[in-house]
Nanobody, 114 residues
C-alpha cells in the first residue's frame, strides 16, 4: 500500500514562486509514474504534470514554461517547482502515483493572490 505525503504550498502573490514535494512510502520498488493534479473550487480535477522513471515528463499547456516537475527515484519523491504564479493557479494540488493502481495524496492548498 503506497502512501503519499505532500508538503509545500501556501499563499503567495502573483508572480511569486512555490515548491511542492511529495514523498511516497510503502513501495518496495521505484514507482513508474508520479505527478501532480490540481482542482480549483467548482472545477474538475486536472492534470498539471507527470514524470516517469526515465525522467520523461508531460506538462499541461496552462503551466508550461512556468512549472517544472522533477523526481528523485531513490526516494520515490516528486517535486513541482512553480514560478510566475497566477491567480488562476489557485487550487488544491494533489500528488499522484501509478503502480498497478492509482494513489492520491491528501492535497495541499495553493493560493495565489492578485
Amino acid at each position: 500500500q503506497v502512501q503519499l505525503v505532500e508538503s509545500g504550498g501556501g499563499l503567495v502573490q502573483a508572480g511569486g514562486s512555490l515548491s511542492l514535494s511529495c514523498a511516497a512510502s510503502g513501495s518496495t520498488f521505484i514507482i513508474p509514474l508520479m505527478g501532480w493534479y490540481r482542482q480549483a473550487a467548482g472545477k474538475q480535477r486536472e492534470l498539471v504534470a507527470t514524470i516517469r522513471i526515465t525522467g520523461n515528463s508531460a506538462v499541461a499547456d496552462s503551466v508550461k514554461g512556468r512549472f517544472t516537475i522533477s523526481r528523485d527515484n531513490a526516494k520515490n519523491t516528486v517535486y513541482l517547482q512553480m514560478n510566475s504564479l497566477k491567480p488562476e493557479d489557485t487550487a488544491v494540488y494533489y500528488c499522484y502515483a501509478l503502480t498497478s493502481r492509482e494513489y492520491w495524496g491528501q492535497g495541499t492548498q495553493v493560493i495565489v493572490s492578485s
